[in-house]
Nanobody, 116 residues
Framework: VQLQAFGGGLVQTGGSLRLSCASS????????MDWFRQAPGKQRELVAT???????NYADSVKGRFTIPRDNAKNTVYLQMNSLKPEDTAVYYC???????????WGQGTQVTVSS
């Protein structure tokens, strides 16, 4: 399984970006898909999750600003980021989990930089 993340870039404070995570396998094969991020000198943190039942969960720091929609036909999960802040600057990674198989997968990171 390959997860390909893209869509990062440089944006000003208050701007928006949409990250995409395209899976080589049907996203219905995963129990959940997530976006993590890692800022320089910090631990990787969970940003948003969407389950196979469309339940979503967000880190407190992004609630009300980020959403995690998906397109089942395209096997793609997105991270829509609005009202971006400099503290959102990080490398963003997509991740998927298949609990029954006991495996998970990571995509390559995509850099998001928010200028003040």
């Amino acid at each position: 399984v390959q997860l390909q993340a893209f869509g990062g870039g440089l944006v000003q404070t208050g701007g928006s970006l949409r990250l995409s995570c395209a899976s080589s396998r049907s996203i219905f094969s995963f129990n959940a898909m997530d976006w993590f991020r890692q800022a320089p000198g910090k631990q990787r943190e969970l940003v948003a999750t969407i389950t196979i039942r469309d339940n979503t969960n967000y880190a407190d720091s992004v609630k009300g600003r980020f959403t995690i929609p998906r397109d089942n036909a395209k096997n793609t999960v997105y991270l829509q980021m609005n009202s971006l802040k400099p503290e959102d600057t990080a490398v963003y990674y997509c991740h998927s989990t298949n609990i029954f198989a006991g495996v998970d997968y990571w995509g390559q990171g995509t850099q998001v930089t928010v200028s003040s």
